[in-house]
């Protein structure tokens, strides 16, 4: 099951309440106020980690909570603080903090139609990467703090703070280089296991692939792309028909874009392809239209391919197109130079 938007409900912990006690000892009678302080209530960080690829550790168990401080003692002892917790994210998550306060509002709202309001308030991509989605209340102080000159059995002390919380969104949007966009079956995934070692799921029929595959392009100098392998786009994804949405936030992150299309014919034409792909694209994100795009002329062993590559070459006379046989190996080691001159070049 891959998971790559979840709902979650985020409490740090509150700060422990100052203690107002004196000091009462045999043969001390006036030993003077000795309340401790509150421990700091534990905050919610989130961490970005290589080691999870999706959000699928919080489908079961959607909520983070920390653990509130502990009161002061006496004899100025310290209240111990509240357990801080980690959550694990992988890189590309970005965070949304809602208008709901409890998990039940989010859900209220959604089933009114009122909408649920959602502010960004992190992107999340470096690993190693913290932030904090909640924090800890502070300690309130004990009355020890708050003996003078003229009140030396002060009774003053001091409440711990009240700790943030709230319903967050998370949203994973895969983070690569380049992005293989195309139709089901267009060979995307046979073109990426061709340059790559990425193994994904092979088959001849369509949306063999459910979620996004990532794989690392090496060139003879040794250095690396990232490239992502998108699954088939239909007509009206930028409707959210189908998978729609769920797919095309995931090349949001892309540099260039690289628009597979089946040479054969058999299911699309190339040129409609080409044409419906486009439309899609920039009716999801003006901005995303605007990137660096090419076009990969797969199935060229196929004996229909030829004239249906002159086609689209005369329909797009001003865009690159690179012939390619995924499957056979044709034009891959072309295809891997001619990216690496684009990716430098972005």
């Known amino acids: 099951m891959f998971v790559d938007n979840i709902r979650i409900f985020a409490k740090a912990g509150k700060g422990g309440n100052g203690l107002a006690s004196f000091r009462r000892e045999k043969f001390v009678p006036r030993g003077g106020p000795d309340g401790g302080d509150g421990g700091d209530g534990g905050s919610v960080i989130l961490e970005v980690s290589t080691g999870t690829n ?8 959607p909520k983070l909570l920390a653990t509130d401080g502990m009161p002061g003692m006496h004899a100025r002892k310290h209240g111990r603080d509240g357990k801080t917790v980690i959550g694990k994210v992988p890189p590309g998550t970005i965070v949304y903090r809602s208008n709901a306060a409890t998990m039940q509002e989010a859900t209220w709202l959604e089933r009114e ?54 319903v967050f969104f998370f949203e994973l949007r895969r ?32 949306f063999t692939t459910l979620q996004p595959i990532v794989g690392v392009v090496e060139f003879e100098d040794f250095s690396r792309c990232i490239v992502a392998d998108i699954p088939g786009i239909i007509e009206g994804a930028s409707e959210n028909r189908g998978l729609g949405h769920e797919f095309l936030r995931h090349i949001m992150r892309c540099h260039i874009l690289l628009f597979v299309v089946d040479m054969t014919g058999l299911e699309h034409d190339p040129v409609e392809a080409i044409q419906t792909l486009r439309k899609e ?3 999801y994100s003006e901005e995303l239209a605007e990137r660096k795009w ?43 130079a001619r990216l690496k001159q684009l990716l430098q070049a972005e």
């Open 294 to 336: 090419i076009i990969l002329a797969n199935k060229m062993d196929d004996p229909t391919a030829a004239e249906n590559l002159e086609i689209l070459r005369q329909r797009f006379p001003k865009i690159e197109i690179l012939p390619i046989s995924a499957a056979m190996g044709d034009g891959i080691p072309a295809f891997k």
């Open 175 to 206: 983070i690569a280089d380049a992005g293989l966009v195309g139709y089901p079956n267009a060979g995307k995934s046979t073109l990426l296991g061709a340059i790559s070692r990425a193994t994904p799921k092979v088959a001849s029929y369509p």
């Open 113 to 166: 139609g009122d909408g649920i309001e959602l502010e960004q308030i992190a992107d999340l991509t470096e690993p190693g990467e913290r932030f904090v989605l909640c924090q800890g209340g502070k300690g309130g102080r004990g009355n020890w703090h708050f003996r003078t000159a003229t009140d030396q059995a002060p009774l003053k002390f001091e409440y711990g703070t009240e700790a943030e919380s709230g």
């Open 54 to 61: 999706d959000l699928r550790s919080y489908f079961y168990d």
């Open 281 to 283: 694209i920039k009716l």
